[in-house]
């Protein structure tokens, strides 16, 4: 057997492909041929994205812009992005959102704009595509979760859990039609939220200090397992969590 990850013409939507993670995985499912269609607020950025991929001798990157914190935006971007592709999504990937410290006192809207963006946009996003998938009999869905260990309160780690359930349950749902569903647990990656918190070397070198690996991950690191979940290879592969972290998490099991 080869070891080559095979994705044979599918076409991907990523959220979230603007920065981070998920512009990572989008530039990493382009230079792998697959046919791929970005979503986030700033659309611009993913046109960028769409010109380095081509430098590099990937395939274009389709932009839409979409904001998750929008009811009802996630079907209205399951449908252009169906339309754009020209009738099959078959990989989706939910990269897009952010990580949100929230106080005890907060009000009702905030907690709900959480869920908005970290659960619900996600969840219809998948439902809208999901019948496409089980129809071709192929599809692989991977969400970008993360800690489901708090260590102060924030208003997307309940989101983050909710997904994880979600995902599990759905990928019984459709596991005889040839469809997948995973998370990957980002530990601390490199991105532009994260960054925000680390303007300097010096900040980030005392904050890298304090993991295991001595270091923040990649984007790129991550990218490289969500290439795995998506492709052909992995069809036996669903209903996990997997964490990217550097051994970051306290609990083995
Ligand atoms: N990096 C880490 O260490 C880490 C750790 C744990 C979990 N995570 C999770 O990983 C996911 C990706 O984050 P990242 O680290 O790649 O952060 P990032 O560099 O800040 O990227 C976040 C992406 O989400 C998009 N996004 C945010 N709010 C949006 C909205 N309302 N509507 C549409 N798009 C929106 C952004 O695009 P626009 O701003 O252009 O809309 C951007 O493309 C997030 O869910 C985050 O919570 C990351």
């Not at 009999?137 to 260990?149: C, D, K």
């Not at 359930?165 to 532009?192: D, F, H, Y």
């Amino acid at each position: 057997m080869s070891m080559k990850l095979t994705f044979e013409g599918r076409t991907a939507l990523v959220t979230g492909a603007s920065q981070g993670i998920g512009r990572a995985i989008a530039l990493a499912l382009s230079l792998a041929g697959v046919r791929v269609i970005g979503a986030a607020r700033r659309s611009a950025l993913i046109d960028a994205l769409s010109e380095q991929a081509q430098s590099a001798g990937g395939r274009p990157i389709d932009s839409l812009g979409f904001d998750m914190a929008e009811p009802g935006a996630s079907r209205s971007l399951a449908a252009a992005a169906v339309d754009l592709a020209g009738g099959a999504i078959d990989i989706l990937v939910n990269a897009g959102g952010a990580s949100r410290p929230i106080a005890l006192q907060s009000p009702d809207a905030e907690w709900n704009e959480a869920m908005q963006i970290g659960f619900f946009s996600p969840r219809e996003l998948t439902h809208a595509l999901l019948p496409g998938m089980c129809a071709r009999n192929w599809g692989r869905v991977v969400s970008i979760t993360g800690t489901s260990e708090p260590q102060f309160l924030s208003a997307s780690t309940p989101a983050k859990a909710a997904l994880h359930a979600w995902s599990k349950g759905v990928s019984l749902e459709v596991a005889r039609n040839g469809v997948t569903l995973n998370c990957i647990q980002p530990g601390r990656i490199r991105s532009e939220q994260l960054m925000r918190r680390l303007p300097t070397p010096d900040d980030e070198r005392r904050y890298a200090e304090q993991l295991p690996m001595g270091r923040l991950g990649e984007a790129e690191e991550l990218a490289a397992a969500a290439l795995f979940l998506v492709s052909s290879e992995a069809a036996y592969v669903s209903g996990v969590v997997l964490p990217v972290d550097g051994s970051f998490r306290r609990f083995a099991f």
